[in-house]
Nanobody
Framework: QVQLVESGGGLVQAGGSLRLSCTVSGRTFSSDTMGWFRQAPGKERDFVAAITWASASAYYTYYADSVKGRFTISRDNAKNMVSLQMNSLKPEDTAVYYC??????????????????????????WGQGTQVTVSL
């Protein structure tokens, strides 16, 4: 059984930073696509970032426009972990952040995968979520 455990959420002032981590157990995820989504109060869950297998030594990364240049997704396959470094946080980043994984990787070029990695229905397993609150 695949389990994801997120950590690193909390309360931070605007302009500050947080680093979220997601540890995966129950499978070896080196070729899995991993993503982060978030759900703000009263809103739908939205795509934040994803990291997908591109070649034996490289991964593609994707970001929502709202977080480009501020957030960075990364993975450590030796630790079965994916992380989200969040800098220059804004109050509108306040949400529950969810880690998600897709068994295997998407095929095709970087651009051809772009429309798929942001779709929640493309992911097979999910974490419980971690709260991030950004105050003024």
């Amino acid at each position: 059984q695949v389990q994801l455990v997120e950590s690193g959420g909390g309360l931070v002032q605007a302009g500050g930073s947080l680093r979220l981590s997601c540890t995966v157990s129950g499978r070896t995820f080196s070729s899995d696509t991993m993503g982060w989504f978030r759900q703000a109060p009263g809103k739908e869950r939205d795509f934040v970032a994803a990291i997908t297998w591109a070649s034996a030594s490289a991964y593609y990364t994707y970001y929502a426009d709202s977080v480009k240049g501020r957030f960075t997704i990364s993975r450590d396959n030796a630790k079965n972990m994916v992380s989200l470094q969040m800098n220059s946080l804004k109050p509108e980043d306040t949400a529950v952040y969810y880690c998600a994984g897709r068994v295997g990787y998407f095929s095709g070029s970087y651009h051809s995968q772009q429309g798929q990695v942001s779709r929640q229905d493309q992911y097979d397993y999910w974490g419980q979520g971690t709260q991030v609150t950004v105050s003024l």
